[in-house]
């Protein structure tokens, strides 16, 4: 009985579970775990300069890989809309949190924009994209 309750909630069998999860962390989190460990070495021996290497990621990376994903994905304008609107409503539901909490804790205006920036743009892009872009999606996922 608890393994088919499972496989409603979760959609795959217990069976199937863990070599899912072995999929997963080879396909997706282990190469962001390899990028992380080589630009550790780097930065070690090498010494790298951040605030170049963080703006070349956000004018150039970032907008390069949301441009490839947009352009290559076979998703319809009404798909695009319905994404795009469900995160500009979670973006704002997420500040509007945000900005209670920090009132109602009585939190610096200054820190207040840094909770906002932390908060509002989530980093979970990154994983979604090996997730479910072409190329780098796992067989489980395209259900």
């Given at each position: 009985?608890?393994?088919f309750a499972w496989s409603l909630v979760c959609g795959v069998s217990l069976v199937e579970l863990?070599?899912?999860?072995?999929?997963?962390?080879?396909?997706?989190?282990?190469?962001?775990?390899?990028?992380m460990g080589l630009g550790y070495l780097i930065?070690?021996?090498?010494g790298l300069d951040m605030p170049t290497l963080v703006q070349l990621n956000f004018y150039f990376v970032i907008p390069a890989i949301i441009y490839f994903?947009?352009?290559s994905s076979q998703l319809t304008?009404?798909?695009?809309?319905?994404?795009?609107s469900f995160h500009i409503t979670l973006m704002l539901l997420l500040a509007g949190l945000t900005l209670?909490?920090?009132?109602?804790r009585k939190v610096a205006t200054d820190r207040i924009n840094a909770m906002l920036m932390t908060v509002i743009f989530l980093q979970f892009g990154q994983l979604r994209l090996a997730a479910a872009g072409p190329g780098l999606s796992i067989p489980w996922t395209q259900q």
């Amino acid at each position: 009985m608890m393994q088919f309750a499972w496989s409603l909630v979760c959609g795959v069998s217990l069976v199937e579970l863990p070599a899912q999860w072995l999929q997963t962390f080879y396909f997706v989190v282990g190469p962001m775990l390899m990028l992380m460990g080589l630009g550790y070495l780097i930065q070690r021996r090498r010494g790298l300069d951040m605030p170049t290497l963080v703006q070349l990621n956000f004018y150039f990376v970032i907008p390069a890989i949301i441009y490839f994903s947009i352009v290559s994905s076979q998703l319809t304008l009404a798909d695009v809309g319905k994404v795009f609107s469900f995160h500009i409503t979670l973006m704002l539901l997420l500040a509007g949190l945000t900005l209670t909490v920090a009132r109602f804790r009585k939190v610096a205006t200054d820190r207040i924009n840094a909770m906002l920036m932390t908060v509002i743009f989530l980093q979970f892009g990154q994983l979604r994209l090996a997730a479910a872009g072409p190329g780098l999606s796992i067989p489980w996922t395209q259900q």
